[in-house]
């Protein structure tokens, strides 16, 4: 396993902040001939980065936790090991599989500009790309695939679900897709609505994005046949099987040549106010179903996985301390991963903070040393060849602060 | 404007789409029908077989009782002999075969009010307060409990003042549960000090869950002014706030299933929240801090956005806006002074067709218009999974959101198409939608459809292409 020193990785930010030429020479040297697939799986109601991503190195950490502490890789309720500071959630197997054969990186000690604790407004700011809530109505990615080079495809992006969300809506052509168990329509049918609609322009471009999504599917995002519509999450029980779903519809789209080359979707049920448990409980049961999801969106995906990154984000972390109980409230920092075959992976990248009461943001969350954007932009620039200029202008605007990361997939 | 356009205005965006004949009734003013519709008290939902809140909570905490019991026994089973344990098995399954009727029937009573109603607004109302102050049913109990949480807390309130729905929403078992505030203790209370003599126990505190949601989703709104330090603060004066129960521990004692002010949990101490000192009177204190909320300029101002977005347009006029402010702070937060403000306001009837339905709406109105029958009790599941808005399943505090771009995604519309299809199917040469399509629309209805469903090729598809037109999409 490649195994990183803690300086190393301490010093990874500043690295990056000044770039290496190198690697972004390599990035437009490599543009024409790669094929690459991006996968966004957005986190909402605010992941426990620091019960995802265990710093059971830090001293204060386990006072912070008390029983819902993880312990160091190989002890009871021990973490999964990444190198010896940070250790992996046990119920992330799969992720741990990745980071050994560096196909995984995590980010700690992350955060998006946003610094209140409104689910609401956090979720708009991840998903916009500015600095506030509701400052654009766009997304980032939306806009970013606009910038990107993406010949011959009629949709650049799919959201799997009913709706777009807001990181994807935008000028660029993208559809959204979910399963349905309906008979298919006749053609006639479809024929006169086509004109109905010739006069309302969202309908009219609603309706030839999913026809055209459909199309894709009936190629082979299908292939997990006897899909059923998106399911429930019945009772809060873990949605393992509407995630599994979820994921063959995701490979199937982007298996295809002319296919969307990205691909979104979301999970929820990361808010855990009570009762969050630790090696095991609540939130190991959401990031188990997580860790499948992606094992079964590799084995999906098959050679394009090669090709692939994925990147799970969350509006903000948790606090530094338990709750009264048992949970942990709105925080600041957290956690991030990239994940697949195109990943330059097996690393940790943080500046850490610390947990200590001086250290802690307003005195009770992980402080954010890394800016959630610094990843998007070195992802964007290096993996989907996004110019650095429209990345500065149009994709997240005012973000000069935030220097793109360099080396993130692999060259 | 022409007047016909007031009464498909009223019927299908205040209402919740004509029924056939509505229309006509509506006659020339829309503004007056709708007025006329805030005289009397809400009609209660008169279902013989839906049952209190308390009846149910207090049932569903006994089945969690012996679901916890037999986990005991099992585990002394086993230990004696391995491969006994299905005692808990099956009362595991007990507590869902409890909840899951109740929300059929609850969902089910529900939408035959909304489909059968001559008061639509009132419905509609309701449908809005249920979605400001939402619980979802993504947390188990919630399922038994949104039904009778809407009937009990918001229906009967939404004619009220603000300051009393507000009071009755917060103090419902179904809200203290939904964000966990019934397990938030005062570090300094009763139960915390006892606690923390014994040794090895854990520490008890505060969850600041339902505090935060009410400042940012209820009352003030996130840009209204409080910061983390009045979050902590309004989270310990509500400590105590919680519901009675036949469990064991902390949890015995109080009526099971009814709202329990439990002193013991309660943060000792005088407190000031938003620069208001509140002097320790138990549970008055919360209630003090609710009135103030409920009365502060920024909550007339966030009541009036949410309302001017869900009846005028997605990002509402200013003017409108700060009109329904001033009559929310003027009256003191009496709610149909607001709603009566907001139909007396031109904008709401400047622009037809001016919101994209919901899934709900879409569906609710497809039933209306074509008297689609409500007896079966499952006639509501299937549509509302299908379009993606299942009943009281918003999944956050935040509640389902209220702008087109959150509904109107591509795959959204084909399962609109689908559903619109499968309903043509179903009725055929039972429905004449040509005839129809005026009683519906109204004035809204375009030379387009008309020619569209007037020219398909069976009254079936005529029922399909009247349901998927862009007019019947919006309201």
């Given at each position: 396993?490649?195994?990183?020193?803690?300086?190393?990785?301490?010093?990874?930010?500043?690295?990056?902040?000044g770039?290496?030429?190198?690697?972004?020479?390599?990035?437009?040297?490599?543009?024409?001939?790669?094929?690459?697939?991006?996968?966004?799986?957005?986190?909402?109601?605010?992941?426990?980065?620091?019960?995802?991503?265990?710093?059971?190195?830090?001293?204060?950490?386990?006072?912070?936790?008390?029983?819902?502490?993880?312990?160091?890789?190989?002890?009871?309720?021990?973490?999964?090991?990444?190198?010896?500071?940070?250790?992996l959630?046990?119920?992330?197997?799969?992720?741990?599989?990745?980071?050994?054969?560096r196909?995984?990186?995590?980010?700690?000690?992350?955060?998006?500009?946003?610094?209140?604790?409104?689910?609401?407004?956090?979720?708009?700011?991840?998903?916009n790309?500015?600095?506030?809530?509701?400052?654009?109505?766009?997304?980032?990615?939306?806009r970013?695939?606009?910038?990107?080079?993406?010949?011959?495809?009629?949709?650049?992006?799919?959201?799997?679900?009913?709706?777009?969300?807001?990181?994807?809506?935008?000028?660029?052509?993208?559809?959204?897709?979910?399963?349905?168990?309906?008979?298919?329509?006749?053609?006639?049918?479809?024929?006169?609505?086509?004109?109905?609609?010739a006069?309302?322009?969202?309908?009219?471009?609603?309706?030839?994005?999913?026809?055209a999504a459909?199309?894709?599917?009936?190629?082979?995002?299908?292939s997990?046949?006897?899909?059923?519509?998106?399911?429930?999450?019945?009772?809060?029980?873990?949605?393992r099987?509407?995630?599994?779903?979820?994921?063959?519809?995701?490979?199937?789209?982007?298996?295809?040549?002319?296919?969307?080359?990205?691909?979104v979707?979301?999970?929820t049920?990361?808010?855990?106010?009570?009762?969050?448990?630790?090696?095991?409980?609540?939130?190991?049961?959401?990031?188990?179903?997580?860790?499948?999801?992606?094992?079964?969106?590799?084995?999906?995906?098959?050679?394009t996985?090669?090709?692939?990154a994925?990147?799970?984000?969350?509006?903000?972390?948790?606090?530094?301390?338990?709750?009264?109980?048992?949970?942990?409230?709105?925080?600041?920092?957290?956690?991030a991963?990239?994940?697949?075959?195109?990943?330059?992976?097996?690393?940790?990248?943080?500046?850490?903070?610390?947990?200590?009461?001086?250290a802690?943001y307003?005195?009770?969350?992980?402080?954010?040393?890394?800016?959630?954007r610094?990843?998007?932009?070195?992802?964007?620039?290096?993996?989907?060849?996004?110019?650095?200029?429209?990345?500065?202008?149009?994709v997240?605007?005012?973000?000069?602060?935030?220097?793109?990361?360099?080396?993130?997939v692999?060259? | 404007?022409?007047?016909?356009?007031?009464?498909?205005?009223?019927?299908?965006?205040f209402?919740?789409?004509?029924r056939?004949?509505?229309?006509?009734?509506?006659?020339?003013?829309?503004?007056?029908?709708?007025?006329?519709?805030?005289?009397?008290?809400?009609?209660?939902?008169a279902?013989?077989?839906?049952?209190?809140?308390?009846?149910?909570?207090?049932?569903?905490?006994?089945?969690?009782?012996?679901?916890?019991?037999?986990?005991?026994?099992?585990g002394?089973?086993?230990?004696?002999?391995?491969?006994?344990?299905?005692?808990?098995?099956?009362?595991?399954?007990?507590?869902?075969?409890?909840?899951?009727?109740?929300?059929?029937?609850?969902?089910?009573?529900?939408?035959?009010?909304?489909?059968?109603?001559?008061?639509?607004?009132?419905?509609?109302?309701?449908?809005?307060w249920?979605n400001?102050?939402?619980?979802?049913?993504?947390?188990?109990?919630?399922?038994?409990?949104?039904?009778?949480?809407e009937?009990?807390?918001?229906?009967?309130?939404?004619?009220?003042?603000?300051?009393?729905?507000?009071?009755?929403v917060?103090?419902?078992?179904?809200?203290?549960?939904?964000?966990?505030?019934?397990?938030?203790?005062?570090?300094?209370?009763?139960?915390?000090?006892?606690?923390?003599?014994?040794?090895?126990?854990?520490?008890?505190?505060?969850?600041?869950?339902?505090?935060?949601?009410?400042?940012?989703?209820?009352?003030?709104g996130?840009?209204?002014?409080?910061?983390?330090?009045?979050?902590?603060?309004?989270?310990?004066?509500?400590?105590?706030?919680?519901?009675g129960?036949?469990?064991?521990?902390?949890?015995?004692?109080?009526?099971?299933?009814?709202?329990?002010?439990?002193?013991?949990?309660?943060?000792?101490?005088?407190?000031?929240?938003?620069?208001?000192?509140?002097?320790?009177?138990?549970?008055?204190?919360?209630?003090?801090?609710?009135r103030?909320?409920?009365?502060?300029?920024?909550?007339?101002?966030?009541?009036?956005?949410?309302?001017?977005?869900?009846?005028?347009?997605?990002?509402?006029?200013?003017?409108?806006?700060?009109?329904?402010?001033?009559?929310?702070?003027?009256?003191?937060g009496?709610?149909p002074?607001?709603?009566?403000?907001?139909?007396?306001?031109?904008?709401?009837?400047?622009?037809?067709?001016?919101?994209?339905?919901?899934?709900?709406?879409?569906?609710?109105?497809?039933?209306r218009?074509?008297?689609?029958?409500?007896?079966?009790?499952?006639?509501?599941l299937?549509?509302?999974?299908?379009l993606g808005?299942?009943?009281?399943?918003?999944?956050?505090?935040?509640?389902?959101?209220?702008?087109?771009?959150?509904?109107?995604?591509?795959?959204?519309?084909?399962?609109?198409?689908?559903?619109?299809?499968?309903?043509?199917?179903?009725?055929?040469?039972?429905?004449?939608?040509?005839?129809?399509?005026?009683?519906?629309?109204?004035?809204?209805?375009?030379?387009?459809?008309?020619?569209?469903?007037?020219?398909?090729?069976?009254?079936?598809?005529?029922?399909?292409?009247?349901?998927?037109?862009?007019?019947?999409?919006?309201?």
């Amino acid at each position: 396993m490649a195994r990183m020193q803690r300086r190393e990785f301490l010093n990874l930010s500043a690295l990056a902040a000044g770039g290496t030429l190198l690697a972004s020479r390599l990035a437009f040297g490599r543009s024409d001939t790669r094929k690459p697939r991006f996968v966004l799986i957005i986190m909402r109601g605010a992941l426990d980065g620091l019960a995802t991503v265990a710093p059971y190195g830090d001293r204060d950490y386990a006072a912070l936790r008390g029983d819902l502490a993880l312990r160091a890789p190989g002890e009871r309720n021990g973490a999964l090991p990444l190198e010896g500071f940070f250790g992996l959630h046990p119920a992330l197997a799969f992720l741990q599989q990745c980071y050994a054969a560096r196909e995984l990186t995590v980010f700690h000690a992350l955060a998006s500009p946003y610094r209140e604790r409104s689910h609401f407004d956090g979720q708009d700011v991840l998903e916009n790309g500015s600095a506030r809530a509701h400052a654009l109505t766009t997304g980032w990615l939306n806009r970013a695939l606009e910038r990107a080079p993406a010949p011959g495809q009629r949709e650049a992006g799919v959201a799997l679900g009913q709706n777009m969300p807001l990181v994807m809506r935008g000028p660029a052509a993208v559809t959204s897709w979910s399963a349905s168990k309906l008979t298919a329509l006749d053609e006639d049918t479809l024929g006169r609505l086509t004109d109905l609609y010739a006069n309302d322009a969202l309908l009219a471009t609603r309706l030839a994005d999913a026809l055209a999504a459909d199309a894709i599917a009936g190629d082979g995002a299908g292939s997990g046949a006897g899909m059923m519509p998106d399911a429930p999450d019945k009772n809060g029980q873990a949605p393992r099987a509407r995630y599994a779903q979820v994921v063959r519809a995701a490979a199937g789209f982007l298996r295809q040549e002319s296919g969307p080359k990205v691909a979104v979707f979301d999970t929820t049920g990361w808010d855990t106010h009570a009762n969050e448990g630790g090696a095991q409980g609540q939130l190991a049961a959401r990031l188990a179903s997580l860790d499948a999801a992606l094992a079964t969106l590799k084995q999906e995906l098959g050679a394009t996985w090669g090709d692939t990154a994925v990147l799970m984000v969350t509006e903000f972390g948790r606090t530094a301390a338990i709750n009264g109980t048992r949970g942990t409230d709105h925080g600041t920092a957290t956690a991030a991963f990239l994940v697949g075959g195109a990943v330059a992976g097996g690393r940790v990248i943080a500046d850490w903070p610390g947990l200590s009461a001086r250290a802690l943001y307003e005195g009770r969350d992980l402080a954010p040393t890394l800016d959630l954007r610094s990843v998007l932009k070195g992802l964007l620039h290096e993996h989907l060849s996004v110019p650095s200029r429209e990345l500065e202008r149009t994709v997240f605007p005012d973000s000069a602060a935030a220097q793109p990361l360099r080396g993130l997939v692999r060259t | 404007m022409r007047e016909s356009f007031t009464s498909a205005i009223a019927a299908n965006r205040f209402g919740l789409g004509a029924r056939p004949g509505e229309l006509a009734g509506i006659a020339d003013d829309g503004r007056d029908w709708l007025r006329a519709q805030l005289r009397a008290a809400p009609p209660p939902i008169a279902d013989p077989q839906l049952r209190p809140s308390q009846e149910i909570l207090a049932q569903a905490l006994e089945l969690r009782q012996e679901l916890r019991a037999s986990r005991k026994a099992d585990g002394a089973a086993s230990a004696a002999q391995p491969g006994a344990e299905d005692g808990a098995a099956s009362a595991l399954q007990k507590l869902p075969q409890f909840l899951r009727p109740i929300y059929v029937s609850e969902v089910s009573a529900r939408f035959r009010a909304a489909v059968t109603t001559d008061r639509p607004l009132i419905e509609r109302l309701t449908q809005f307060w249920t979605n400001h102050f939402a619980v979802s049913v993504d947390k188990q109990l919630l399922a038994g409990l949104a039904g009778s949480f809407e009937r009990e807390a918001i229906r009967p309130q939404v004619l009220g003042t603000f300051s009393e729905l507000l009071l009755s929403v917060e103090t419902h078992p179904a809200m203290l549960l939904y964000l966990d505030n019934h397990l938030s203790v005062g570090p300094h209370s009763e139960l915390a000090l006892r606690r923390g003599r014994r040794a090895q126990a854990r520490a008890l505190g505060i969850n600041e869950n339902l505090a935060r949601e009410i400042l940012e989703l209820h009352t003030l709104g996130v840009g209204g002014g409080y910061s983390q330090g009045d979050v902590t603060t309004f989270a310990e004066v509500i400590t105590g706030w919680s519901i009675g129960g036949a469990e064991g521990g902390r949890f015995a004692g109080g009526e099971p299933g009814k709202f329990l002010f439990r002193a013991g949990q309660h943060e000792p101490g005088a407190k000031r929240v938003l620069g208001t000192r509140y002097p320790d009177r138990g549970y008055e204190q919360g209630v003090a801090v609710l009135r103030d909320l409920a009365a502060h300029p920024a909550t007339a101002h966030f009541i009036a956005v949410k309302l001017a977005r869900h009846f005028i347009a997605d990002d509402p006029p200013p003017a409108a806006v700060a009109r329904l402010a001033q009559a929310f702070t003027v009256s003191g937060g009496d709610l149909p002074t607001v709603y009566r403000a907001l139909i007396d306001s031109r904008e709401a009837w400047a622009q037809p067709l001016a919101k994209y339905k919901t899934p709900s709406d879409y569906i609710v109105s497809g039933f209306r218009g074509l008297s689609l029958p409500v007896d079966a009790q499952h006639a509501p599941l299937a549509p509302y999974e299908l379009l993606g808005q299942r009943t009281w399943a918003p999944g956050s505090p935040a509640g389902w959101p209220d702008r087109g771009a959150d509904w109107d995604g591509a795959s959204a519309l084909m399962k609109r198409i689908e559903w619109a299809d499968a309903v043509g199917q179903r009725l055929g040469n039972r429905c004449d939608a040509v005839q129809l399509a005026p009683q519906l629309l109204g004035a809204n209805l375009s030379a387009a459809t008309a020619g569209a469903v007037a020219h398909a090729a069976s009254p079936a598809q005529a029922v399909t292409l009247l349901l998927a037109a862009p007019e019947f999409m919006r309201r």
